[in-house]
């Protein structure tokens, strides 16, 4: 295919287009490039505040008894971190992403409505402050777990209705976030992007702005009910009342199941656009992929108790809810299968967005191993809220979202400075993460089976040599991330002072649009739609 | 993509972090109230008008903006795109209370009147609960004229056939002339855009009326209130959400009656009136649910 020229690049049809000048530029912008820069960098300083959390609990941990902190503080910890992970590092960075990325993956000008994308990144700082603000509150932060669980949560003390809040307000900004995401995809495409063209990472942004659309305001509603059972004497959860406290457990997963997807499909969007450019080969099975993202987010609404076999659910329903959540392991696996199929007999190189992406393919596999042992359910009355479990999640979350989150970072990062980053320093950040995130989690899967439970600050002797492990693991794999820090400003400032092409990786112009701007690209992009859209990914 | 104007792009938005403040304070005032402290309503009315200034600043400036032309027909597809997927969030909103409903009448208050697996629950913690709908619980909960807690409380559940029945009527023909007012729109029939759009936005405010009217009579009379168990929970959550996006529907509605008096709005060019009227219908909807599960079954 040809090169779009510089014209579809720099015209303007309107007279106001450069940006605003100083930092007023960041607080004002509709630009997608600066509203996905600032999503990013929000998101990667959250990303260290959650970790410090992170280092708290491990450095609790590392020893039996009591050492650092208080069991109240503890607690606040595991929730905070949770939180500020999920919705302040995790489900932005992927915001970001496609602030960026959708537009020029696409061929639009810009997202469909600048104004409210403006908007959603400030209502989630604004609800990331409110949450943050809780640190400091007289009974300090939720300590109830980041499931917010009744009656626990109704202890809270002052910070009750900022958390409360805190949800609403980023709620808000996730479906905005999401609204523009999908009208963007649906209406801005290029003449000739049609929706079985797109790069697989637009598709699964598709599927996840759904899924945040239909969940956000479920978890919104269930804090609201925790909100007036507490201060407005309803009982919904309280069963002097007629309520029930598993009515919120069962609301909140009906949130939080399709809620981990939303990390995860973005993160598979991620994994089958990179792996493809380093395997050189289209990717295999593109269709499958769609339908299998497809699959994957209509079973999240119908697998939620499985977070709950153990509350005492109808025989009938433990049944249903185990089948049901077997059932996803099936276009798991088809994804699965086509990432290594894309592998299989290709001229493969091992750049650090590579690497990221194939440790993302097997450690992924690992937490969906784990998922589906926890599914069955009387196998789960032993796992349930244990050690196991916070291996599992953590194997689905940290070395396969944040891995490809990592992996995006360095695969995109040439592309948005124009400068390249220090592979030797990007090997070495990967070879240190992915060795510790395993000594960290792996021994957690021991922990659980042997009856370690979650969200506790002190444990009995059997569990320490294993808990020492997992912290030093913890240790090294946070220290490990400021290698990522160092890079990130090294190549925004310059990095190894080598040009970089606009197509950046070897012919990656035949996988996306985005390879054929220049790098860095201009302000606006496709402010005429490109004509010529890469087919390489069918 | 079709017309010759390109997709209008904005530049240097300042209303959107203007709403964000008005808004987080608006919140960070009443979280403030709620846990007693006395900067609370204060900041609740800042950010109050924050926002109030903010929604006329923002809905001038789009408006001037449609008016002049600005937006092409692709404009127009991501605006109702936009306001669609908006709505289905909304669904999905209420569809958490209406979910807690029927867990509740279906599940949670047989399961605590011994069916189910709940047999033991019964015999161990409240043997004498009889599983009826409607109910304030095992312990009759209710409030008492000062506010305070008590238990074993009586409270009369409202009945569908009055005032809830006449707001049925009031809402579908407010549906009704929300329809004419736009088949006027589409015929150049200004002056019927704006009378359909008049009886509207008085038909939705009337419904409000009687509808704070009925809660007082809840309130004063029938001893029904928040915290009459799980009926007074999901009775007044529910009514209440929805009359609160009442508000908002006719809200929307007289700003479009508004700029109808200012000429605004073309036959083929009206996003502002069908977003309202998209919204104002899916009130509309959502209440007929609520007369059904909450008032008639
Ligand atoms: C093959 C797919 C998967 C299956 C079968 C599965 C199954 C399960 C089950 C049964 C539980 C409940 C365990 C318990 O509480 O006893 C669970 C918990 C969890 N899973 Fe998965 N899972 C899968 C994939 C994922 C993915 C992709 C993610 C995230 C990206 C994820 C994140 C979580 C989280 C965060 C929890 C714990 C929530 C909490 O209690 O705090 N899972 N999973
Ligand atoms: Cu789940």
Redesign the interface.
Known sequence: MSAVTAEHVDHH??H??GP?KGLLRW?????HKDIGTLYLVFALAMFFVGGIMAMIIRAELFEPGLQFVQPQFFNSMTTMHALVMVFGAVMPAFVGLANWMIPMMIGA??M?????N??SF??LV?GV??LASTLFMEGGSPAAGWTLYPPLVLQTG?AL??A??SV??LGISS?MG???I???I???RA?GMTLMKMPLFVWTWLITGFLL??????F???VT?L??DK??????F???????P??YQ??FWFFGHPEVYVMILPTFGVASTIIPVFARKPLFGYSSMVYATASIAFLSFIVWAHHMFTV?M?VAGELYFMYATMLIAIPTGVKVFNWTATMWKGSLTFETPMLFSIAFVVLFTMGGFTGLMMSIAPSDFQYHDTYFIVAHFHYTLVPASVFILMAAGYYWLPKWTGHMYNEKIGQLHFWLSAVSVNILFFPQHFLGLAGMPRRIPDYAVQFADWNMISSIGGFIFGASQLLFLYIVIDTIRGGTGEKVTDEVWEDAHKHGLEWTLPSPPPY?TF???PTVIPTEHI | MSTNVAYYIPHKATWPVIATAGLVTMLAGFANYLNGSSIGPTLMVVGLVIFIVMLAGWFTLQSGESESGMYNTQVGISYRMGMMWFIFSEIMFFAVFFGTLYYTRNLSVPWLGGEGTGAATKELLWPTFEATWPTNGPKGLGVDASGARTFGAEFEPMGAWGLPFLNTLILLTSGVTCTWAHHGLLAKNRDQLIKGLIATVALGFTFVAFQAFEYHEAYTEMGLTLGSGIYGSTFFMLTGFHGFHVCIGAIILSVVLFRSTRGHFKPENHFAFEAAAWYWHFVDVVWLGLFVFVYLM
């Open positions: 049809d309107d106001d287009h605003a607080v004002i912008t509709t630009n000008p810009d469909a409505l600048p104004r409210m403006n908007m400030w209502l604004s402050l409110l002052n209705p900022f409360v809040f609403h307000l479906i999401a609204i523009n999908i009208a963007t649906f209406n801005m003449p659309i239909a969940i956000m305001p479920v919104a509603g269930a009910m909100l007036t201060f407005f004497g309803t009982s919904f309280d069963a002097a009342g007629g309520g029930d598993i009515l069962h609301i005492g109808p606006h402010t005429t739609p």
